[in-house]
């Protein structure tokens, strides 16, 4: 892949070329107003990465003959994170939400108008999954390079984290085709038609930016973290955070934390698998967590773990539905 833009490119020339490069220096933290400056110049002086911010705006303008290898060898991670949770909080909190707002404009929500109702009830959906993705993310993901940039393995190896990564991201981008097929097919003219050309402008284009994004995540990024993995393993980093699923503990020893919230999310009554999703882990972990648990505890039942979080402060009475 030849690349397009150079450090040495004056940046409003870059704007200019291509809009969507506004988007990109707005998740940088790089403001307007940069005057004439090349694009070194101006990242330098908001202290951004320059290889890094290169190498991510020549692989939006063509990703799909993006050189991943190479591409990965010019990130910074740290500052491909910063880009990457600066994305989520656009799309979650900024893109989205003005995306319901126009919609909610177009669609005529009078009584009996039932397709409306479905149309707004599909983006809440859509828009709540996406926000659970970028949760996931921000919370396992992002961490989990962090502790690997501290020079420390985590439990989970990427692999194990990526084939759930991967799912979420083939699950948001199938449910917005979804959106937009049911709108250019389905919903009936009306005299608001421009507002809902609007809002399916909105979408289409939201829909090319985010399917941007999660291939970004799913290559580019990707690559630098099984590359930081590789290197962490290859200095001898050793384990921390949770044990690994074929790891158990002697009985007798304090909970960890980890245990504890286990042992919250039992309390409410949640299966297995709904606890792996909510605190962002894999179904065995939490299998080997509640091992762990009655080990220590010598308590198995659910209604046993219940008088031990209640009488342990873990939850309080009035939560607890008996």
């Given at each position: ?60 303008k063509d990703p799909a003959h993006a050189r991943i290898s190479e591409m990965a060898e010019q990130i910074d991670v740290p ?151 590789h290197d962490v393993r290859l200095k001898g980093g050793q384990p921390v955070d949770e044990p690994s699923d074929a790891q ?75």
């Amino acid at each position: 892949m030849t690349e397009k833009y150079h450090d040495t490119d004056p940046m409003s020339d870059v704007i200019s070329d291509d809009y969507r490069m506004l988007q990109i220096i707005s998740r940088f933290g790089i403001k307007l107003g940069f005057g004439d400056q090349t694009v070194g110049a101006t990242c330098r002086a908001a202290g951004v990465d320059v290889s890094t911010f290169l190498t991510v705006v020549n692989y939006v303008k063509d990703p799909a003959h993006a050189r991943i290898s190479e591409m990965a060898e010019q990130i910074d991670v740290p500052a491909l994170i910063v880009y990457l949770k600066n994305s989520h909080t656009y799309f979650v909190d900024f893109r989205l939400p003005g995306i319901r707002r126009k919609l909610l404009e177009a669609i005529d929500l009078s009584s009996g108008n039932r397709i409306a109702m479905l149309v707004l009830r599909f983006y809440d959906e859509y828009a709540q999954e996406v926000s659970r993705h970028m949760t996931f993310e921000n919370t396992h993901v992002h961490p989990y390079v962090e502790t690997l940039l501290q020079g420390h393995l985590p439990a989970e190896t990427f692999a194990e984290i990526e084939e759930q990564y991967d799912e979420q991201h083939a699950s948001i981008e199938k449910s917005l085709s979804e959106l937009k097929n049911i709108i250019v097919k389905y919903y009936p003219s009306d005299n608001s038609a421009s507002l809902m050309g609007e809002v399916l402008m909105d979408i289409f284009m939201t829909d090319e930016d985010l399917h941007t994004h999660c291939h970004m995540e799913d290559t580019l990024f990707a690559e630098c973290i099984r590359r930081l993995e590789h290197d962490v393993r290859l200095k001898g980093g050793q384990p921390v955070d949770e044990p690994s699923d074929a790891q158990s503990e002697p009985a007798g020893e304090t909970l960890s934390e980890r245990e504890k919230e286990i042992i919250v999310q039992v309390v409410k009554g949640l299966s297995n698998k709904e606890i792996a999703e909510a605190l962002f882990i894999s179904v065995n972990t939490v299998m080997t967590h509640r091992r762990n648990i009655a080990r220590k505890l010598q308590i198995r039942s659910a209604a046993g773990l219940t008088i031990y979080a209640i009488v342990n402060g873990l939850v309080n009475l009035d939560d607890v539905q008996l």
